[in-house]
T-cell receptor, first 114, second 116 residues
Framework: NAGVTQTPKFRVLKTGQSMTLLCAQD?????MYWYRQDPGMGLRLIHY???????AKGEVPDGYNVSRLKKQNFLLGLESAAPSQTSVYFC?????????????FGNGTRLTVT | GDSVTQMEGPVTLSEEAFLTINCTYT??????LFWYVQYPGEGLQLLLK?????DKGSNKGFEATYRKETTSFHLEKGSVQVSDSAVYFC???????????????FGKGTLLTVNP
């Protein structure tokens, strides 16, 4: 059971370049999320999706776009990378939106923008 | 808005020592409360949870009790091991309000190092 899989694991970009981070889950979860983790900041929600074909903005959405064309996949795009987007990105999913439904996380993508 | 405050680290303990990591929250109503653990190089994993006041969550020797009166959810373990070295995150999920009950709010994390 793979759970939540993120690709790539590491990436270095130059300012202005674009890239897409892929998240795949095999648990048939409805909800998916993208977080970024920065030292001393904890985790901050970038975008989320409550079902196939839907997306919504989280706490820090600027500079990112997302798509959920298939239920199992949630893509995070950076159209023009900036050094401020250097971070570790985590994808997560949950079965439903209820209070007690835990999030399942991937192992993260470490992105450096130079 | 909702917020979670947890004690700043790093916390360094010797093996078999007692652990407490404090967590307090601000939220409307009765949120669900969680502790997540992040081992080096990995994503976060759910450690334990509590969904209503006075509930005690427990797992792998860790415990936390949902205290409504003090808005706290402190993490404790009686005897830590080297393998417990990790970053611990307290988090809350609000009561259903405007459809936002699926979003977690995290604390900043506490790094625990346990020495042999």
């Amino acid at each position: 059971n793979a759970g939540v899989t993120q690709t790539p694991k590491f990436r270095v970009l130059k300012t202005g370049q674009s890239m897409t981070l892929l998240c795949a889950q095999d648990m048939n979860h409805e909800y998916m999320y993208w977080y970024r983790q920065d030292p001393g900041m904890g985790l901050r929600l970038i975008h989320y999706s409550v079902g196939e074909g839907t997306t919504a903005k989280g706490e820090v959405p600027d500079g990112y776009n997302v798509s959920r064309l298939k239920k199992q996949n949630f893509l995070l795009g950076l159209e023009s990378a900036a050094p401020s987007q250097t971070s570790v990105y985590f994808c997560a999913s949950s079965r439903q939106g209820g209070q007690s439904s835990p999030l399942h996380f991937g192992n993260g993508t470490r992105l450096t923008v130079t | 808005g909702d917020s979670v405050t947890q004690m700043e680290g790093p916390v360094t303990l010797s093996e078999e020592a007692f652990l407490t990591i404090n967590c307090t929250y601000t939220a409307t109503g009765y949120p669900s409360l969680f502790w997540y653990v992040q081992y080096p190089g990995e994503g976060l994993q759910l450690l334990l949870k509590a969904t209503k006041a006075d509930d005690k969550g427990s797992n792998k020797g860790f415990e936390a009790t949902y205290r409504k009166e003090t808005t706290s959810f402190h993490l404790e373990k009686g005897s830590v091991q080297v393998s417990d070295s990790a970053v611990y995150f307290c988090a809350l999920r609000p009561l259903n309000s405007g459809g936002s009950n699926y979003k977690l709010t995290f604390g900043k994390g506490t790094l625990l190092t346990v020495n042999p």
